[in-house]
């Protein structure tokens, strides 16, 4: 898929070329998109800062918040020279190429920081979730073999320092709260530039860059070896395809804020690509949601990462001050407003349509000061496009940020595959799909609906502490959608997950080959659809799908704070215990409105038929939810098991 771009334009000139296809029985089973830039044939990731001090020296490649809440810019040599003290203090405190360093932290400048100064200190970084608890961290130290971990805080590094008698391979253990960049930067003062020099030299494409940790729905976590050519084939062509958000085709120069964590795949591909395009990039470690939007508001990106979560809180926040103003109406047909137009933009795009009428586009101009730039605003105001990954954003939603002036390009991935595999083209979106592939990647469609990958950005394999290095061996006890097993052959990954090319090669993800449940009647029911349509509702915050050898299927739900707070105001029941709540028939009313919805996507068979509300929320302390906010479907069940129980009881 290549397409042009008029960098004087105020709006990019892209003409994506078709993907090739592959027709089975007239169905299509398999896209290809070819490269938009050749593989890296030389260097490593450790090279982007100082690329960018030797072409651009003065450019403001990243943004650090002071004290006093405002932003300041740090040129590409500045941040160079940072990254190579830190990696000299790296050296002199006897870290040798290949070691293992752990990094545990939120999303904070000093996490680039290190990772970067670790990749040119000839090191392999290893992320955790800084929610992680003490187990967690043990299991991923002792499996990847660190010699080094880096913590952001005095309780991380208790957590961690509670363990370090079943960890003797550690030596080392800094935490950025206690001034770790600035006691590396000391030890390095002595060690010669030249000893980074050489150790960058000694990187090459193929040299491992990382290993990342499945988020482990099932079974223990296992750690994703990802090379540094895995980032760039995923990162270059990324760039390339979605040139409007990480560069500027305008005198508007391009940012983003970074709040998801650097500990997932995501938003660890996301940095390296700010980097690599040299567009000002910030990071927000706080997502609470007062903290969020002060930091949005000030640092005004126009171009955001998000996953469905945050976009849908947002279009819940907005609709709900509305409905508190006794605006819901005027809210409700805005919204309306915004997703016909976006869907008239799309058919426009792909020649079904001739866009947006006359009628639409005053109707829309007429709602953009009162909601749509509200909506804006939230995210700080600039933001032009969205990145949106981890699960379905939907139809709905998609339309609606469309019509409100964001474009949004969903993705397809996983750790596997170093983030995305599939992505929105620029200009021919197809709402309610994950896209095309990425530049230089294929997927192919199974005999029995498995999506198969294929591309440069798959890794190396999964990491064998016992060899340490990575394997390609299949594991039984995972199955296809985590080894390279049968599936596999010929360079093809097997993901475990299900989807659909349409007649233009875009693909829709439809769930899990094993959530799949099966009733007792015999019919095979996806849950994931239905589980992210009721999810989209204001008052929900967790909704898992039961039925398996069961005569019907049902729900487990539970209830949204910042949306159960709105409604408890606005139906003045602010003094109702929960409990009383989980069985207020207006409440289920409410949710029980979405569930018809949902239901509207399946058969009678497959539709849900009785819902519980549960009294306490699915959280990743609890184990139900792993770090990336999936759900532990086995985890749910046992710890609500006579809760689904009772779904059956007459």
């Avoid at 970067?116 to 991923?140: C, D, H, K, N």
């Avoid at 010669?192 to 494409?205: F, I, K």
């Avoid at 083209?425 to 990425?438: D, E, F, M, S």
Wanted: proline share 6%; glycine share 10%; hydrophobic share 40%.
């Amino acid at each position: 898929m290549s397409f042009a771009v008029s960098a004087d334009a105020q709006s990019p000139s892209v003409s994506p070329v078709e993907p090739e296809k592959v027709l089975v029985d007239g169905v299509v089973r398999e896209v290809s998109v070819p490269p938009l830039v050749p593989p890296a044939g030389r260097g490593s990731l450790a090279d982007i800062p100082f690329d960018n001090a030797r072409e651009a020296p003065a450019e403001a490649v990243i943004s650090r918040k002071g004290p006093d809440g405002g932003w300041r810019d740090l040129s590409a040599a500045a941040f160079a020279d940072e990254v190579r003290a830190v990696a000299k203090g790296l050296v002199a405190q006897g870290l040798r190429p290949g070691d293992r360093l752990v990094i545990m932290s939120r999303t904070t400048y000093e996490w680039t920081l290190l990772d970067f100064a670790a990749w040119a200190a000839g090191l392999v970084t290893v992320p955790i979730y800084p929610t992680s608890s003490a187990f967690q961290a043990r299991w991923i130290l002792q499996d990847s073999g660190a010699v080094a971990c880096v913590v952001e805080d005095r309780q991380q590094a208790l957590l961690i320092g509670q363990e370090r008698k079943q960890l003797p391979g550690l030596t080392h253990l800094w935490t950025f709260d206690s001034g770790a960049v600035e006691e590396l930067r000391a030890a390095g003062e002595d060690t010669p530039d030249e000893a980074v020099d050489a150790r960058r030299a000694a990187l090459g494409p193929e040299s491992v860059a990382t290993l990342i940790y499945t988020s482990g729905t099932t079974g223990r976590p296992k750690g994703c070896v990802i090379t540094h050519a895995n980032f760039f084939a995923e990162v270059d062509n990324a760039v390339e395809l979605l040139h409007p958000a990480f560069r500027s085709v305008t005198n508007e120069p391009v940012s983003t804020l970074l709040f998801l964590p650097l500990s997932h795949v995501l938003g660890r591909m996301v940095a390296i690509g700010c980097l690599r395009a040299r567009m000002r990039l910030g990071h927000a470690p706080s997502i609470r949601t007062e903290d969020l939007l002060a930091d949005l508001a000030a640092f005004r990106p126009t171009f955001l990462l998000a996953i469905p979560y945050v976009l849908e809180k947002i279009y819940n926040t907005g609709r709900a001050t509305a409905e508190k103003m006794g605006r819901v109406s005027s809210f409700d047909r805005a919204a309306r407003i915004a997703r016909q137009y976006g869907e008239a933009v799309e058919a426009a795009e792909h020649g079904t349509g001739p866009g947006p009428s006359f009628g639409l586009r005053t109707a829309r101009a007429l709602y953009d000061p009162l909601v749509y730039r509200r909506i804006r605003a939230a995210l700080g105001g600039r933001v032009k496009y969205a990145i949106c990954g981890g699960s379905p954003l939907g139809r709905r939603l998609a339309s609606f940020y469309a019509g409100a002036g964001i474009e949004i390009f969903e993705g397809y991935g996983m750790t596997e595959t170093t983030a995305a595999s599939t992505v929105t083209p620029p200009l021919r979106p197809r709402l309610g799909t994950v896209g095309w592939p990425l530049p230089g990647t294929a997927v192919r469609i199974a005999d029995d609906g498995e999506v198969l990958l294929r591309g440069g950005q798959l890794f190396a394999g999964y990491w064998d502490a016992e060899r340490g290095e990575a394997v390609r061996e299949p594991d039984p006890e995972q199955g296809s959608g985590w080894g390279w097993g049968q599936e596999s052959q010929d360079g093809w990954f097997a993901t475990g997950d299900l989807g659909a090319l349409d007649d233009d090669g875009y693909l829709t993800i439809t769930g899990r080959k094993k959530d799949i449940i099966i009733t007792s009647g015999g019919k095979n029911v996806m849950p994931t659809p239905l589980e992210d349509w009721v999810r989209a509702h204001p008052l929900v915050s967790q909704c898992m799908v039961v039925g398996d050898n069961r005569s019907y299927v049902a729900a487990l739900i539970t209830l949204e704070p910042d949306g159960l707070a709105h409604w408890r105001r606005m139906k003045k029941k602010q003094d109702v215990p929960l409990a009383a709540l989980a069985e207020d028939d207006e409440l289920r009313g409410a949710l029980q409105r979405a569930i018809d919805e949902a239901n509207r996507l399946v058969s009678r068979a497959e539709s849900i038929r009785r819902f519980r509300v549960l009294t306490v929320d699915f959280t990743e302390a609890a184990g139900h939810l792993t770090p990336s906010l999936k759900m532990r479907r086995s985890a749910i069940a046992e710890d609500f098991a006579t809760e689904i129980e009772q779904l059956y009881e007459r």
